[in-house]
């Protein structure tokens, strides 16, 4: 299509993995960072953001790609953090997000699905086995310790970052979507049978925007084999006029 893309890593991620292990497991990275919802957040949403300006600054200096039809394109949580860099650093012409939203509130409530999970993992009992499994792994090395500890990390951050928090408020890319003028695009595509992301959150947060769209399909999940072809057709529709 004639259309040049910069690929950004997420944090945590490929060759940003902390433990270099580079699988891609939130759970292993959490263990070896914090629990600090507050400071973690901050660090991954803003600095995706200047990622994005950053990556895009490149390849105008040295590509020579300054046309300002800029389109920013996420996958799950990434299309989490493209919104934000979309709405609150004001950066891309378009948001084409897959199997993922702009409601940060919304994403953090979906992704616990058992009800109550999160709430147990920020109580006492979630406070032991985090200990336990965090002792475990530095006597024995468990890989299985250390997910299970960052997973128990991951749920206490997700219950901070669903609640009204004020900086969990400032993260959330709906909060800035006042900012984003009907000259500036965002769609989303989602399945029906998405048990991690929810479509109704999807259309939701589409209908906030004032130019804004929500494609749900019928039988897809959060990704697998028919996620590729469907994405490859969205991003080919949502980009056509720009050819």
């Not at 991954?44 to 950053?54: E, P, Q, S, V, Y």
């Not at 990556?55 to 299309?79: C, D, K, M, Q, W």
């Not at 004032?210 to 494609?215: H, R, S």
Request: hydrophobic content about 45%.
């Amino acid at each position: 299509m004639g259309i040049a893309c910069v690929l950004v890593e997420e944090p945590l991620a490929g060759e940003r993995s902390l433990v270099r292990n580079f699988q891609g497991k939130v759970g292993s990275e959490l263990y070896r960072i914090t629990e600090n919802g507050p400071i973690l957040a901050e660090m991954i949403f803003k600095g995706m953001a200047r990622d994005c300006a950053t990556a895009l600054r490149i390849a105008s200096e040295r590509l020579g790609l300054t046309n300002s039809r800029i389109a920013l394109f996420g996958v799950s949580f990434g299309t989490l953090l493209a919104s934000y860099a979309f709405t609150r650093a004001g950066i891309g012409k378009r948001l084409l997000g897959t199997v993922g939203h702009a409601d940060l509130k919304a994403f953090a409530t979906s992704y616990v699905t058992v009800p109550g999970l999160s709430a147990l993992a920020q109580s006492p009992v979630g406070t032991l086995v985090k200990v336990i499994a965090r002792t475990l792994s530095n006597i024995s090395g468990s890989d299985r310790a250390k997910e299970i500890a960052g997973g128990v990390i991951l749920l206490r951050i997700v219950g901070w970052l669903a609640s009204d928090h004020e900086i969990a408020t400032s993260l959330n890319p709906l909060t800035h979507v006042s900012s984003v003028g009907g000259h500036r695009a965002a769609r989303f595509l989602v399945g029906e049978a998405d048990g991690l992301v929810r479509a109704t959150d999807a259309i939701n947060s589409a209908t906030r925007f004032p130019d804004g769209q929500c494609f749900v399909v019928p039988g897809m999940g959060h990704g697998g084999a028919d996620f590729v072809n469907h994405a490859r057709f969205f991003l080919q529709t949502q980009l056509a006029d720009w050819r």
